[in-house]
């Protein structure tokens, strides 16, 4: 590259970076400011506009009237337990897609849903117990399945499976809050760790296999062939040939999903109230009837970017790793 053509290109990148980080840095300085400068206009260098202050700071961490620490320890739980579940039943199934060819019979997926239906009307407008009305679901799913299975005749295949796992995407979460707000309510769930988990990690679920199964799917099939016949089996093939030949898809999977789960607010303001409250609400709570209160949000916000780009930061050299493992046949 000549002189000018690298000054030219560096000089682009410098202006990117700039703008990608100076919204950090805002967010950054706006921590150590008083409500006076945030109200009397823009002020951006401490010691030189305006004098720090840990105002902020003590009253997010040292007021007692504020409790920090749970909504921050809930959004560590639910981010990485319903990333770890997504990342976990995503990758299997990403990876069957991309080995084992499905032929889901088109009836057979009728008929499951035509029981779940009947089983949601039948525990919100007749009574009957979640449980007892799914039980007897299974039984005549299972019933029917083997009475009809040979009349069915249209099939579904690999890649219908994988469009309707990614059209889960397409609709919009608000439609499917209420549903799943009302299903955690009946079976006593609102309001608890668990029920934010299972939500993250199924509305997450798609993105997983949909990624996931690209980098499966760049992996030569004779090396699992080979491992066949060494006698190794299918488990032991997976966990020890293609998730690390994977791990460069699995960490960008994993950071994404994470960030998507950390990040999360329509959900967990519908599931979740005071026991698993999570940070995105918490910095929604800032905005008081005095307007938003800029310098606690930017202190709560901190809080939320640091450890994602830590984490960010960590599992780049994993994600280089990655790809050069995954270039590798044979």
């Known amino acids: 590259m000549s002189p000018l053509g690298a000054f030219f290109t560096y000089a682009a990148l410098g202006v990117w970076a700039f703008v990608c980080l100076f919204p950090l840095y805002w967010i950054f300085v706006t921590s150590f400011k008083l409500p006076i400068h945030v109200n009397d206009g823009p002020v951006y260098v401490p010691f030189v506009d305006f004098t720090p202050s840990l105002h902020a700071w003590e009253y997010i961490f040292v007021d007692l009237r504020n409790d920090t620490l749970r909504p921050y320890l809930?959004?560590?739980?639910?981010?990485?337990?319903?990333?770890?579940?997504?990342?976990?039943?995503?990758?299997?199934?990403?990876?069957?897609?991309?080995?084992?060819?499905?032929?889901?019979?088109?009836?057979?997926?009728?008929?499951?849903?035509?029981?779940?239906?009947?089983?949601?009307?039948?525990?919100?407008?007749?009574?009957?117990?979640?449980?007892?009305?799914?039980a007897v679901a299974i039984a005549l799913l299972v019933l029917l399945l083997r009475a009809l299975a040979g009349r069915f005749r249209r099939h579904l295949g690999n890649d219908d499976i994988l469009f309707w796992m990614i059209s889960n995407r397409i609709l919009p979460p608000v439609v499917a809050v209420l549903p799943i707000y009302m299903m955690f309510q009946k079976v006593g769930l609102l309001d608890t760790h668990l029920a934010l988990i299972l939500t993250y990690a199924a509305v997450n679920l798609p993105i997983v296999v949909w990624l996931m199964r690209d980098f499966f799917a760049t992996i030569p099939y004779e090396i699992e062939e080979s491992a066949q016949i060494d006698g190794a089996g299918r488990f032991r093939i997976v966990a020890t040939i293609i998730l690390p030949l994977a791990r460069a898809g699995l960490a960008a999977t994993f950071l994404l999903v994470l960030i998507l789960a950390w990040n999360e607010y329509l959900l967990a303001l519908f599931l979740s109230t005071a026991d698993a409250q999570t940070m995105p609400l918490l910095v929604a709570g800032q905005n008081a009837t005095r307007g938003p209160q800029w310098w606690y949000m930017s202190v709560l916000i901190v809080l939320m970017v640091a450890p994602v780009v830590a984490l960010a930061i960590a599992l780049q050299r994993y994600i280089a790793k990655g790809f050069l493992v995954g270039a590798v046949k044979g």
């Open 74 to 134: 809930n959004s560590v739980v639910v981010a990485l337990a319903s990333t770890c579940l997504s990342l976990l039943v995503g990758s299997l199934a990403a990876y069957a897609l991309t080995r084992v060819t499905y032929r889901v019979s088109l009836g057979a997926v009728g008929l499951f849903l035509a029981l779940l239906a009947a089983t949601v009307v039948a525990v919100v407008l007749a009574g009957v117990p979640w449980w007892l009305a799914a």
